[in-house]
């Protein structure tokens, strides 16, 4: 009988952790930075779009575990994402940390996408047709 309980218990405290570090951070998230397409670039889409860089918990396979950022790209007013071009991401920054390294990173807008630049030299860039257009 003991062994049944120490067994639902071991699988209740399984479950709750499962839901704190895998489940749970995948609903919540929070932005740290966030560029929007200057009035000088048109997509003639949906516009204005921006770039936002959004916390997502912590990555648990990493050692030591580390933050997740996910950047995404769609229309300025849809705060809650749900129509655009996301990519899990990560800041290379061998001489600062990640706090240090998102607060130097810049977005530079042009009519044929968004790029982001790290102070490291690190680029992405996303092609407009990955984020314009509507369903």
């Known amino acids: 009988m003991k062994q049944g309980i120490g067994a639902a218990f071991l699988a209740g405290v399984l479950v709750a952790a499962l839901l704190l570090t895998v489940v749970l ?21 949906y ?5 936002t860089i959004n916390e997502r918990g912590i990555n648990w396979t990493t050692l030591p575990p580390s933050k997740r950022y996910q950047l995404f790209v769609g229309r300025a007013l849809d705060f809650d994402h749900t129509y655009g071009y996301r990519l899990d991401y990560s800041f290379h920054s061998q001489s600062t940390t990640t706090q240090t390294a998102i607060g130097q990173v810049h977005a530079v807008w042009s009519a044929s ?23």
């Open 113 to 135: 996408g968004v790029t982001l630049i790290e102070e490291s030299g690190q680029r992405v860039f996303i092609p407009q047709d990955l984020f314009t257009g509507g369903r």
């Open 47 to 51: 516009d204005p779009y921006s770039l």
């Open 25 to 45: 951070p995948r609903f919540f998230q929070q932005a740290v930075y966030r560029s929007t397409q200057p009035s000088s670039v048109a997509y003639h889409s």
